[in-house]
């Protein structure tokens, strides 16, 4: 019944119904996998490594963790305290996460460890983002018993669960071919479909929508159809102005540098998904994280003798250390991705192969009181258009392929 359609994660489709043959262009990742266990922050120049599993806090001693035991006996044992009111609370008592954390957890825990994880996902400040919306069991947890960790060992009402079940062996699913992959699947589904209908890019100005009779739809050349129901993918920033009651910050526009090593050795000496940048190094680092391409996805480089390497720069504070994103050239790019790699893993040779440009406007902003516009633009949807209009995308529930949760 959701006009705010957040598609199901994929692999979710694969276990129940496969409705795009996506299981053979998809790749398993198991839970006890390098890439799995191994994360690493930034940390004084050196990479610490994450616990893997909640049990380690006990037993990892890595600095930027040495705050942990503080922030369990603080949130265990302080009483329930409410989000502060003024612009970090929103209407639906949403607060940011960086008000979350620290209001229970402390902020070094936010500083050191949430602000990178979180920046690495959402290229956004933790200051800045809604906690309702990226960490929704956090915040569920919270907001049910007071107490963050309390909340998250308990059985909690509404707490999402895996339906498919047999999913839980892998900590994640990635497309063997890169993300393209899925609109190729749907491009390919809708062109051998009886009533499918595949056709080229919408003219800009040669689309109406009629709120009692469907919807007709111009291209390039003068041909249009007509349609009872439309889904709309558009980018946020091209729907975005035409909805109501929609407000978020402009999206960001992150640059992925990829950079291809000869020699095979590097994957196997940097095991592991990646590292993060705390909030004190974000400025001086210029990146925001490094994943370790081919320990993530091996199957992707073949046999070749080679070790892959993608980083991401920028984020909140591109314009203060990289410039312009409209005007940035891709060698200053690269500079800073090599820059990077032989800052923090030595790696001081030259790369085989090596390309950057800036993923333009393409994470969506969630800011304090997204949850309650969703709510608001899903019944503007439903009381001017009866139901017939429905809009999907990153912006209406989460990064790339999301599910009603946000946070991977």
């Known amino acids: ?29 198991d839970r006890a996998a390098p890439a799995a266990q191994n994360r690493f922050l930034l940390f004084g120049g050196c990479l610490r490594a994450l616990p893997a599993k ?121 497309f063997r071919g890169g993300m393209q992959t899925l609109t190729d699947q749907l491009a390919e589904r809708l062109a051998n479909s009886p009533n499918g209908l595949a056709v080229a890019e919408p003219s800009s100005d040669g689309n109406s929508g009629d709120r009692g009779g469907g919807f007709s739809i111009g291209f390039e050349g003068g ?36 950079l291809v090593y000869k020699g095979a050795s590097m994957a196997v000496a940097q095991s592991g998904f990646g590292f993060f940048v705390p909030r004190a190094a974000s400025r001086e680092a210029k990146a925001l994280e490094a994943v370790f391409d081919s320990c993530m996805l091996p199957e992707q480089g073949g046999r070749a003798d080679i070790s892959r390497f993608a980083v991401m720069l920028g984020g909140t504070h591109f314009r203060d250390t990289l410039g312009d994103p409209a005007t940035i050239l891709q060698a200053d790019l690269l500079r800073h991705a090599m820059d990077t790699m032989r800052r923090v893993l030595g790696v001081s040779k030259e790369p085989v192969l090596a390309a950057a440009h800036v993923q333009r406007q393409c994470i969506p902003v969630y800011p304090v009181g997204y949850i309650d516009m969703l709510e608001k633009v899903d019944q503007w949807l439903m009381c001017g258009f009866g139901g017939r209009l429905s809009v999907m995308g990153a912006a209406y529930g989460g990064q790339s392929i999301p599910s009603w949760n946000c946070l991977p």
Do not use: K
């Open 223 to 258: 041909a249009q159809i007509r349609a009872d129901y439309l889904v709309s993918a558009l980018p946020e920033v091209q729907l975005g102005s035409l909805l109501e009651s929609w407000a978020t910050a402009s999206p960001l526009s992150p640059p992925l540098p990829r």
């Open 54 to 174: 909640p049990a380690h806090l006990l037993t990892c001693f890595a600095r930027p963790l040495w705050g942990a035991p503080y922030a369990v006996h603080r949130d265990l044992l302080t009483s329930r305290n409410d989000p502060p009111a003024g612009p970090a609370a929103g209407d639906d008592d949403d607060e940011s996460m960086n008000s979350l954390v620290s209001r229970r957890l402390g902020s070094a825990l936010d500083d050191n460890v949430v602000f990178a994880v979180i920046n690495g996902i959402y290229a956004a400040d933790t200051r800045v983002l809604s906690s309702r919306a990226v960490a929704t069991p956090l915040w569920q947890a919270e907001r049910s018993t007071g107490s963050v960790l309390l909340g998250l060992l308990l059985p909690l009402e509404g707490r999402p669960s895996d339906p498919d079940g047999g999913l839980e062996a892998a900590s994640m699913h990635l």
């Open 1 to 29: 019944d959701a006009r705010l359609h957040a598609i199901p994660p994929y692999d979710r489709y694969i276990g129940r119904r496969d409705l795009w043959a996506l299981s053979r262009v998809v790749v398993a990742m």
